[in-house]
T-cell receptor
Framework: NAGVTQTPKFQVLKTGQSMTLQCAQD?????MSWYRQDPGMGLRLIHY???????DQGEVPNGYNVSRSTTEDFPLRLLSAAPSQTSVYFC??????????????FGQGTRLTVV | AQSVSQHNHHVILSEAASLELGCNYS??????LFWYVQYPGQHLQLLLK??????LVKGIKGFEAEFIKSKFSFNLRKPSVQWSDTAEYFC????????????FGQGTELSVKP
C-alpha cells in the first residue's frame, strides 16, 4: 500500500536550474495538490488539480508549473530555481471534493535546497 | 479569504501534563476541520477530523478536539502528554466550495520533556 510517493527525497539545485518533483498516488484519488512548508508559515498551497487535465493555482504559484495528464501523477516543475524556493515540498491527494471526502494523504516530502 | 490561526508557536510541557492547542479559522460557511501531526523528519499524518455531527471528536493516540462553531474554534486536547508526542501540530480547514483545498495554520511545535 504505497499511498502517495514523492521523488526525490532530497535535492540541491543551483540558481537558475530547472527540475521536476515527482508525485504519484495509487488510491485513485481525483484531487491532488502541492504544498511548500517553511518555518513559522505552516503549509502553503502552490498548485492543485481536481482531475486529469485540470489544474489551478494556489496561494504561492509563482515560479512553479504543474500538469495532470493522468489520475496517478502530478509533477511539479521549477522553471528557474531561486534561493527563495528552498523549502520542503509535500504532495497530497484526496477523493473528490464533497462533504466528508476531503481527508488528504501526504507524501514523505522533498527537501529542496537552492544555492 | 479563509485563514487559520494557531495561537501557540512553541509549547514546552513535562510528561503527564495536559495539552491544549488553540486553532481559530475565519470562514462563515460550512467547514471541514482537521488536525495533522508531523513527527521529526516525517510527513504529515492525520490526527483527527470533523465533518459534521458530534462536535467533540476523538482521534488517534488519545487526542481529541472540540468544534465550537460560535467561536470559530477547533482546539486540540490531550489529558496527559508523553515524550513521544513531541512533534509539530497543524490545524487545517477546507470548505465544500473550495474543491478540497486545505488551508493550514502556522503550526505549533510541541516539546515534551521526559
Amino acid at each position: 500500500n504505497a499511498g502517495v510517493t514523492q521523488t526525490p527525497k532530497f535535492q540541491v539545485l543551483k540558481t537558475g536550474q530547472s527540475m521536476t518533483l515527482q508525485c504519484a498516488q495509487d488510491m485513485n484519488h481525483e484531487y491532488m495538490s502541492w504544498y511548500r512548508q517553511d518555518p513559522g508559515m505552516g503549509l502553503r498551497l502552490i498548485h492543485y488539480s481536481v482531475g486529469a487535465g485540470i489544474t489551478d493555482q494556489g496561494e504561492v504559484p509563482n515560479g512553479y508549473n504543474v500538469s495532470r495528464s493522468t489520475t496517478e501523477d502530478f509533477p511539479l516543475r521549477l522553471l528557474s530555481a531561486a534561493p527563495s524556493q528552498t523549502s520542503v515540498y509535500f504532495c497530497a491527494s484526496s477523493r473528490s471534493p464533497g462533504r466528508g471526502n476531503t481527508e488528504a494523504f501526504f507524501g514523505q516530502g522533498t527537501r529542496l535546497t537552492v544555492v | 479569504a479563509q485563514s487559520v490561526s494557531q495561537h501557540n508557536h512553541h509549547v514546552i510541557l513535562s510528561e503527564a501534563a495536559s495539552l491544549e492547542l488553540g486553532c481559530n479559522y475565519s470562514y462563515g460557511g460550512t467547514v471541514n476541520l482537521f488536525w495533522y501531526v508531523q513527527y521529526p523528519g516525517q510527513h504529515l499524518q492525520l490526527l483527527l477530523k470533523y465533518f459534521s455531527g458530534d462536535p467533540l471528536v476523538k482521534g488517534i493516540k488519545g487526542f481529541e478536539a472540540e468544534f465550537i462553531k460560535s467561536k470559530f474554534s477547533f482546539n486540540l486536547r490531550k489529558p496527559s502528554v508523553q515524550w513521544s508526542d513531541t512533534a509539530e501540530y497543524f490545524c487545517a480547514v477546507s470548505t465544500d466550495n473550495q474543491g478540497g483545498k486545505l488551508i493550514f495554520g502556522q503550526g505549533t511545535e510541541l516539546s515534551v520533556k521526559p
